[in-house]
């Protein structure tokens, strides 16, 4: 029989317990990756779909440029997980990424079905090309608004499913229950009644994103602060490969203002860069040039900023359809035009961290090392992107790997049916001292990295540690530890990591080396 326990609202005598029928799934995280996995398990089972702020902020309302997959008769998985091997630089799991690309045809198919619209031209779908790829595969919607329409998509699907979803915004996840038959729960600080509560299931998803917003320049929305990576660490779990970041190379350069991104798909319809000095050059350098993958566009950019001494380059598009352009891309376009940029003619931009290639490692069903312990979407780490992610995988990975994820739960009805209740108690703040992580991290572990740089991080990123020892912390400094743990991981493999490859490039080791095609793995020694 089907049994499981919700226990909400502190102070612990106050708590409610409901008794339910069916398997409770705890989803951590409302981006495509929680929310599609949320839809998969819905019918089978009861979720819980946490989520710290509203349900439409993530990174993935924030997307662009598209999702890929191959949809037309003249491409080919074979040739999708050929692109995708070559941008992952040897550390790509090739059985992941047959999976992803093998079953990402199947994932849109169904999408499409249940409603989802991308765009259409003469009755097809309108595909584009990205950077790494070498044939137009990436479906999009509203132009550039593919994030925002899939997530409203999917939020719409949530909706339809309730009450066998039951969402909880504002709950903010601090830490994970984790007991000898594996983690049984989280509990979250509640931003409406400003208390902690308790919540239990039979199987935790963690679907809470990356770690961009550590950086001071990055395209990533302020959630994305790598608490699911820091939760998991902390209860045991493994991390891999996270000195891979990547960097989009071009995201608007303003001084004082947000690194908004400019999609790879602008560079695909044709887009040049040229350094300040009027130079193009990634032509002639490189064979894709400026559709080279974004470790080598985003380096190079680097590099001129350096040369010519300035903070941006130029995207230039005065040779391209100016109609083009704006139906295209509506809302860079409008981003421009608000802020006194012309985009049928150039933007200035720099790189910026986007996207976190490492993660909680997971297998193919996402399963972590922990039991009733998942992972999903851009917080974890199946192998599948190697050492740096070929554009437009990541919103697939969500589908693909959540349909794996809910799969694997409901192949079993393995319950949980005794939970211990565990104290838990908000305490004091610690007081903030005059510390910039964001920077450290741009400047110590950004695109160019090197030994004596980033050891004064960690030692740096240590100090601060040894302040957020207490476990009664406050809701403040809960997140203040996370984000160091989550920051400390990254400085940690990057510091073991003594080569240059994909994602993470060092300039005291800037030769891929051959002894190094393996994982850097961190793990909390108990
Ligand atoms: C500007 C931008 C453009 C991009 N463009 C593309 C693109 O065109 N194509 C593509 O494939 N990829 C793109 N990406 C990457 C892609 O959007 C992400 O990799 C993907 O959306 C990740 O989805 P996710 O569900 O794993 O995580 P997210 O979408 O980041 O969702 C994480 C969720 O977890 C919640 N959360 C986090 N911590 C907690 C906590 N402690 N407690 C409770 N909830 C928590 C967050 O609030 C959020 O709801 C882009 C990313 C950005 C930032």
């Known amino acids: 029989m089907y049994c499981a326990w919700l226990a909400v609202s502190l102070p612990q005598e106050k708590y409610t317990i409901m008794a339910l029928r069916k398997k409770t799934c705890i989803v951590v995280g409302s981006g495509l990756a929680g929310l599609y996995t949320a839809c998969m398990l819905a019918k089978h089972s009861k979720v819980l779909l946490l989520t710290k702020e509203d349900i439409d902020e993530s990174n993935s309302f924030h997307a662009q440029g598209g999702i890929a997959a191959v949809t037309e008769d003249d491409d080919s998985p074979l040739e999708h997980f050929d692109d995708t091997v070559e941008a992952g630089r040897g550390l790509c799991d090739e059985e992941a990424v047959k999976v992803l690309t093998e079953e990402a045809p199947a994932r849109i198919e169904e999408v499409i079905d249940w409603g989802m619209k991308f765009d259409t031209r003469n009755g097809h779908l309108e595909l584009g090309l990205e950077g790494g790829h070498h044939h137009h595969r990436i479906l999009h919607a509203g132009g550039d608004a593919t994030g925002k329409n899939i997530t409203l998509f999917m939020i719409g699907q949530v909706l339809k499913r309730q009450p066998d979803i039951q969402i909880l915004s504002n709950e903010e996840a601090l830490k994970l229950l984790v007991d000898k038959e594996g983690c049984k729960g989280v509990v979250c600080y509640n931003h409406k009644?400003?208390?902690?509560?308790?919540?239990?299931?039979?199987?935790?998803?963690?679907?809470?994103?990356?770690?961009?917003?550590?950086?001071?320049?990055?395209?990533?929305?302020?959630?994305?602060?790598?608490?699911?990576?820091?939760?998991?660490?902390?209860?045991?779990?493994?991390?891999?490969?996270?000195?891979?970041?990547?960097?989009?190379?071009?995201?608007?350069?303003?001084?004082?203002?947000?690194?908004?991104?400019?999609?790879?798909?602008?560079?695909?319809?044709?887009?040049?860069?040229y350094n300040i000095n009027g130079e193009r050059f990634m032509y002639g350098k490189y064979p894709l040039a400026e559709l080279e993958p974004r470790d080598v566009v985003a380096r190079q950019i680097f590099l001129e900023m350096r040369k010519t001494k300035s903070p941006y380059v130029n995207l230039t598009l005065d040779h391209l359809d100016s109609e083009m352009i704006r139906h295209r891309f509506p809302n860079i376009f409008k981003y421009c035009a608000d802020n006194g940029i012309d985009m049928t003619q150039r933007i200035p931009v720099a790189p910026a961290a986007h996207y976190t290639v490492g993660g909680i490692t997971t297998d193919l069903r996402g399963r972590t090392n922990i039991a009733h312990?998942?992972?999903?979407?851009?917080?974890?780490?199946?192998?599948?992107?190697?050492?740096?992610?070929?554009?437009?995988?990541?919103?697939?990975?969500?589908?693909?790997?959540?349909?794996?994820?809910?799969?694997?739960?409901?192949?079993?009805?393995?319950?949980?049916?005794?939970?211990?209740?565990n104290s838990f108690e908000l305490g004091k703040e610690i007081e903030q001292p005059d510390f910039d992580l964001?920077?450290?991290?741009?400047?110590?572990?950004?695109?160019?990295?090197?030994?004596?740089?980033?050891?004064?991080?960690?030692?740096?990123?240590?100090?601060?540690?040894?302040?957020?020892?207490?476990?009664?912390?406050?809701?403040?400094?809960?997140?203040?530890?996370?984000?160091?743990?989550?920051?400390?991981?990254?400085?940690?493999?990057?510091?073991?990591?003594?080569?240059?490859?994909?994602?993470?490039?060092?300039?005291?080791?800037?030769?891929?080396?051959?002894?190094?095609?393996?994982?850097?793995?961190?793990?909390?020694?108990?």
């Not at 996370?482 to 005291?508: F, M, P, W």
């Open 373 to 421: 312990l998942y992972a999903v979407g851009e917080v974890a780490s199946t192998g599948l992107m190697g050492a740096n992610r070929l554009a437009s995988n990541s919103l697939i990975e969500c589908l693909v790997f959540g349909k794996r994820v809910a799969d694997d739960i409901l192949r079993n009805d393995d319950m949980r049916n005794e939970y211990a209740y």
């Open 438 to 526: 964001g920077k450290l991290l741009m400047e110590n572990a950004g695109i160019i990295r090197c030994e004596e740089e980033l050891q004064q991080a960690l030692d740096a990123i240590d100090n601060q540690l040894e302040r957020y020892k207490a476990e009664d912390l406050s809701l403040l400094s809960w997140r203040e530890k996370h984000k160091l743990t989550a920051a400390k991981i990254i400085v940690a493999s990057a510091l073991q990591r003594k080569e240059s490859r994909g994602g993470h490039y060092r300039s005291d080791y800037p030769k891929q080396q051959d002894e190094w095609q393996k994982h850097t793995v961190v793990k909390k020694e108990k």
């Open 193 to 273: 009644h400003h208390s902690p509560d308790f919540i239990y299931g039979d199987e935790v998803i963690l679907a809470t994103g990356g770690v961009g917003a550590l950086f001071s320049r990055t395209t990533n929305p302020p959630t994305a602060t790598g608490s699911g990576i820091a939760m998991a660490y902390e209860a045991g779990a493994e991390i891999r490969d996270m000195e891979f970041i990547q960097f989009h190379p071009t995201a608007v350069y303003m001084e004082g203002k947000e690194a908004f991104l400019v999609s790879e798909a602008v560079r695909g319809e044709g887009a040049r860069l």
